[in-house]
């Protein structure tokens, strides 16, 4: 992978980590459209370790509130009831079905599901599905209303983001959505939720990688420049996405969704791209 390549994936996985429009998908549809070789789901994985540094850094005042709070809870019961307790256990709910269904289907994940016709009519079957939580979700409920059933199906959602085309945040701001939360409730909920389960996948997958022969011809470099990048455009994503969602509903992703994965399947079809 030359330097070029890694710049351009990096930059792709920082602006579609965050957006519902799955930067899974777009790590494999880009080097399509642009001759180069598929990079994998290893590189895939690992390069969302720095879309998770700044969800870190975005989060830290929270995330670290949630850790201290839940922490505290375990020895003091007047804690439990606390929102940021609460919210420490359904992050760990919402992450074990991920957690499960990603040792279990690794080897389909990293071959078949690869697949741009997959990939494509993924695109638009979480559009379509996005488009109606729109519709049928009340928006009325903030984060202090989120329950450990919302954890776990929100958890579920996350784990079909190991279809490449699904989306993680796609997914789980969809099924925020059909839970009655605010946008920007559904997206804050979201982001929080993928800090383990992306930290975990990409450490994991760092280890495929080097196995892999990741580290011969410039790998590691590749990597870490694209890791750079995604961190800073990620950052700035989050920022935008949270403010976008505040006064604006997601139909405008609904519709690149569709036109993409159309645009996908035609052009796989025609063997333009492959």
Do not use: C
Request: charged share 15%.
């Amino acid at each position: 992978m030359s330097i070029f390549e890694a710049i351009v994936l990096g930059i792709v996985q920082g602006l579609t980590e965050f957006l519902p429009i799955s930067s899974t998908a777009h790590l494999r549809i880009v080097p399509a459209f642009a001759g180069w070789p598929d990079p994998g789901a290893a590189f895939t994985a690992v390069v969302q370790i720095g879309t998770m540094a700044a969800v870190l850094i975005y989060f830290r005042a929270d995330l670290w509130r949630i850790a201290r709070t839940w922490l505290a809870s375990l020895f003091d019961r007047t804690k439990r009831s606390e929102l940021d307790a609460r919210l420490g256990w359904y992050i760990i709910i919402g992450t074990i079905p991920i957690s499960i269904f990603g040792v279990a289907f690794k080897d389909q994940i990293e071959t078949g599901a690869r697949s741009l016709y997959l990939i494509g009519a993924a695109l638009i079957a979480l559009g379509l599905v996005l488009l109606l939580a729109e519709r049928v979700g009340t928006r009325s409920r903030q984060m202090d209303a989120v329950t450990i059933r919302d954890g776990l199906g929100v958890g579920f959602a996350q784990a079909l983001a190991l279809v490449p085309g699904v989306s993680r945040s796609g997914a789980t701001i969809t099924a925020g959505l059909f839970l009655g939360l605010k946008r920007e409730d559904a997206a804050r909920f979201s982001f929080l939720l993928s800090v383990p389960a992306v930290v975990l996948s990409g450490l994991f997958e760092l280890r495929t990688f080097l196995e892999e022969g990741g580290a011969d011809d410039g790998g590691i470099l590749a990597l870490a420049i694209a890791t750079v990048f995604a961190f800073v455009v990620g950052y700035a994503s989050i920022a935008f996405l949270l403010r976008f969602l505040v006064s604006h509903t997601t139909k405008i992703f609904v519709a690149y969704r569709v036109a993409l994965g159309a645009l996908v399947i035609v052009l796989a079809a025609t063997n333009v791209i492959s």
